[in-house]
């Protein structure tokens, strides 16, 4: 074999490892029962739920809590899958900004006993369309 043969068979290799790597850490999208069976058989991976912030007739969110004076890195709400079951979601750091005006937010994290302990939050808000493309916003919990 020649030396550009060996080379080339280590770049791919080195190539495969690295998009085998990182598929390994991707998430999947799944709905609150589905996080909860996952969490039941030890799956502690990180997942995607999609759903709605339940509103009021004035628009305000029910079940949000938040109170920056108390814990600023304390702030909880409910959110309804696609499937319309409800579930508290716990989100250690600050309230994202524009939460209120969102319309549909995707929570990544993990399902705990009785909550779902999100890590990110992307918003999805009516207000950011720009050419009939749709803006997200993605807010990273603080590691403590």
């Keep these: ?3 550009t043969h060996i080379f080339a068979l280590i770049i ?13 850490d991707a998430s999947t999208y799944v709905d609150f ?17 999609v759903g709605k912030l339940k509103k009021d007739n004035s628009g305000h969110i029910l079940g949000m809590q938040y109170q920056p ?3 600023p890195n304390y702030f909880a709400f409910t959110l309804q899958d696609n499937n319309n079951r409800e579930q508290k979601v716990i989100y250690l750091s600050p309230k994202p900004q524009d939460f209120d005006k969102s319309e549909q937010v995707v929570v990544i994290g993990r399902m705990e ?4 302990a999100a890590e990110k939050i992307l918003l999805k808000c009516p207000s950011k ?8 916003t993605e807010f990273k919990a603080a590691k403590l």
Excluded: P, R, W
Aim: proline letters at 0%; a negative charge; glycine letters at 10%.
């Design 1 to 3: 074999m020649k030396k």
């Design 113 to 116: 006993k009785d909550h779902f």
């Design 129 to 136: 369309y720009e050419n009939g493309e749709l803006e997200t």
């Design 69 to 71: 004076e108390v814990d």
């Design 12 to 24: 791919i290799a080195i190539a495969a490892g690295i998009i085998l790597s990182t598929a390994g």
């Design 33 to 49: 029962k589905q996080a909860e069976e996952l969490a039941l058989n030890g799956d502690d991976g990180s997942i995607h739920v």
